[in-house]
């Protein structure tokens, strides 16, 4: 087992430990901070992958914009009460079967690709540079159209806060 | 020389099945939107290893747009839950799918 191998075992087994602990979490604040040590996780996944752009760009737009605006909103909106997160029993019951049906599949699919070919992958980097003039050169429609999907989220965002101002004003201004 | 890829399958599997678990289980809106981020994730992490699997570069673009989409997706999602729950105080589904249907007549 080469010392790629070894890496590739420990960050799993740490992306899916911080996951599981995120999930599991009844506290927001707490399930979000993990939630970013499991994507923090799945950058050193893909350098290891030979993606060093997608590294980066995991820690910025996940870490470091996703998960830093889930905590505003986690603090915004300061959840009171209960969170109810248990199931009934039938509900379990019926989780438990699907969940077994599921890793059975995945399993059972994992063997027939394996079966194809188990050599272990050889280690290869996309150079950053390489990797975005591909980027640019085959597939520009695909970043305008994302990058218009961007432009048109942050409409609809800033179309949703202003409604709810603008109904709230009214309010205050009838009573 | 790292794993095989079906061990990167795998642990891409695992990942999108707590992200699923997250989703269906919790009775929260933020966390169902985590779960989806996690599903997403794990999406992005089985295309980076057929990106390796097959030496193409296309599966790495992939993940980009994985990227993009799931920041609109979240910047929407969230919007959504603070505005529902400034107009009902609850970020729980049911009670909030309750109270937008007992305020129309």
Redesign the interface.
């Known amino acids: 087992m080469?010392v790629?191998?070894i890496l590739?075992?420990a960050i799993?087994v740490f992306?899916?430990a911080s996951?599981?602990i995120?999930?599991t979490r009844r506290h927001?604040v707490h399930?979000?901070v993990f939630?970013a040590l499991?994507?923090f996780g799945?950058a050193m996944?893909?350098y290891?992958?030979?993606?060093p752009?997608?590294a980066m760009?995991?820690v910025i737009?996940?870490v470091g914009?996703?998960m830093v605006?889930?905590l505003f909103?986690?603090m915004?909106?300061e959840?009171k009460?209960k969170?109810?997160?248990v199931?009934t029993r039938g509900q379990q019951a019926a989780?438990a079967l699907l969940?077994i049906v599921?890793?059975a599949a995945?399993v059972m699919?994992?063997?027939a690709?394996?079966a194809g070919g188990?050599?272990?992958?050889?280690?290869?980097v996309?150079e950053p540079a390489?990797?975005g003039e591909?980027?640019f050169r085959?597939?520009w429609l695909?970043?305008e159209i994302?990058?218009f999907?961007?432009l048109?989220?942050?409409m609809?965002?800033l179309h949703?806060?202003r409604?709810?101002r603008r109904r709230?004003t009214g309010k205050e201004n009838a009573s | 020389m790292i794993v095989p890829y079906s061990h990167i399958l795998l642990l891409s599997a695992l990942l999108f099945v707590l992200g699923m678990l997250c989703a269906v289980t919790r009775r929260n809106l933020i966390m169902v939107l985590l779960g989806l981020e996690i599903m997403l994730n794990a999406g992005a992490v089985a295309f980076v290893g057929a990106a390796l699997r097959w030496q193409q570069i296309e599966g790495q673009t992939m993940v980009i747009f994985i990227l993009a989409v799931a920041a609109a997706e979240v910047s929407i999602g969230l919007a959504l839950i603070v505005f529902a729950y400034r107009r009902t105080g609850s970020l729980d589904p049911q009670s909030i799918k309750d109270l937008f249907s007992t305020e129309r007549p």
């Open positions: 080469s790629y191998a590739f075992y799993a992306i899916l996951t599981a995120a999930v927001l399930a979000a939630l499991s994507f799945s996944l893909f290891l992958l030979g993606a752009l997608l760009l995991e737009v996940y914009a996703i605006l889930f909103v986690i915004m909106v959840v009460g969170d109810s997160g199931l989780a969940g599921y890793v995945a699919l994992v063997r690709a394996a188990n050599a272990a992958l050889q280690a290869a996309a390489v990797f591909y980027l085959q597939h695909s970043i994302a990058s999907l961007l048109i989220a942050l609809g965002v949703l806060g409604d709810i709230q």
